[in-house]
């Protein structure tokens, strides 16, 4: 055989190897670790998370999603969606699930600070990179930590109510909020001070306020609780003061034994006598008090150990003055009734020198 006809001879073919993937049945790939999936279908692309980083759950959902799009449930197409429509989404949920209070907290801290960073921003264009930023500058605006952290919590909130209109490969991570274990207030009233303060009351005019400060240094009521008490939630024939789960933080209803002996009954019998069941408890000038703040300040002049501004005792420090003294009395979360959870009461535990020494004592004895 010449050379002429070895160059002239045709190549053999090479074979072709078999395509793993079938056509229509879409394959997996990974981004990260986690899986994702990709098909096209009549002349359609889809690409979308399958939420997982085991390829076995992989596949199981890779077969689900196929069927439902050959069967033509086209996959959910997301609108761009500002951050500020997401807002006023949540709020309207707010509104119908929360106390004024709550209500008027969120948008403060939108109007006041968020919205004009994240406000005009579309939701996918908000990262972990930017919340990082803001949280940033409003540290160096001199924002505290508790502050910060309650600013971010509203952005994971609204971003949570409106999950569903976001892609969730484009849904912003958002940093760990730093814990506040370190800034946790410590003021409260000692048994002194309270005996100087039920004095200064003793004005017949501010007998609601003798009440008031009675029943919180005593029972650990909330603020909110008690102005917004009506003279039907005591009841001198149970001997019971009750507050209606609409009326609590933890939105269950707190009924408090009375000693029939005790000054509180007495106070609250005085109080309600020939009033109506719906009137206001605490009231001044004939009207309900809501704020009473100026009132405060005036008959706690000098009074120092609190968590206010230069020691000045709040109303909250009240609180923790009462679970304080009932723990001491070897009341538990649950006998007390201020919390849910024995570790939230713990928090409240703000002990002098004098208890502290009593506790060493019971220790070496």
């Known amino acids: 055989m010449s050379a002429t006809n070895l160059l002239s001879m045709p190549k053999e073919k090479k074979k072709r ?37 085991d390829r076995e759950t992989a596949l199981i959902k890779l077969d689900t999603e196929v069927a439902a799009i050959r069967a033509g449930e086209l996959p959910k197409k997301f609108e761009p969606i500002t951050v500020q429509t997401m807002f006023d989404a949540w709020m309207l949920k707010v509104e119908t699930d929360c ?8 948008r403060s801290r939108w109007d006041a600070h968020l919205k004009a960073v994240f406000g005009g921003l579309i939701a996918t264009q908000v990262d972990r990179d930017k919340v990082v930023s803001y949280l940033n500058r409003r540290m160096k605006e001199g924002a505290g930590l508790c502050a910060r952290n309650r600013e971010q919590r509203v952005l994971m909130m609204l971003f949570g109510h409106n999950k569903s209109k976001i892609p969730a490969d484009r849904f912003p991570e958002f940093p760990k909020m730093q814990s506040e274990r370190a800034h946790v207030r410590t003021g409260r009233l000692s048994d002194e001070d309270f005996e100087t303060l039920r004095k200064r009351l003793d004005e017949p005019s501010v007998f609601w306020l003798k009440v008031f400060l009675t029943m ?3 029972y650990g009521f909330r603020k909110g609780e008690l102005l917004h008490a009506t003279c039907g939630y005591f009841n001198p024939k149970a001997a019971q003061f009750t507050l209606p789960a609409f009326t609590t933080k933890n939105k269950q209803e707190r009924v408090v034994d009375l000693s029939p002996e005790g000054e ?80 939230v009461f713990a928090r409240y535990i703000i002990r002098n020198l004098t208890e502290r020494r009593k506790t060493a004592k019971l220790i070496e004895s």
């Open 216 to 218: 919180t240094f005593r």
């Open 17 to 53: 190897k078999p395509n793993a993937r079938v056509r229509g049945e879409g394959h997996l790939f990974l981004r990260d670790s986690v899986y994702w999936f990709e098909l096209n279908w009549q002349g359609i692309r889809t690409r979308k998370s399958l939420d997982t980083t």
């Open 264 to 343: 509180i009954y007495g106070m609250l019998t005085k109080l309600t006598k020939d009033r109506a069941a719906d009137a206001p408890l605490f009231t001044r000038n004939g009207r309900a008090v809501r704020d009473f703040r100026s009132e405060w300040a005036k008959q706690t002049a000098g009074i120092k150990g609190g968590s206010g501004k230069g020691g000045l005792v709040t109303i909250h420090d009240l609180r923790r003055s009462a679970i304080t003294a009932m723990s001491e009395k070897g009341i538990t979360a649950a006998q007390a009734g201020t919390h849910l959870t024995a570790d």
């Open 99 to 106: 106390k004024p209070r709550t209500q008027e907290d969120y």
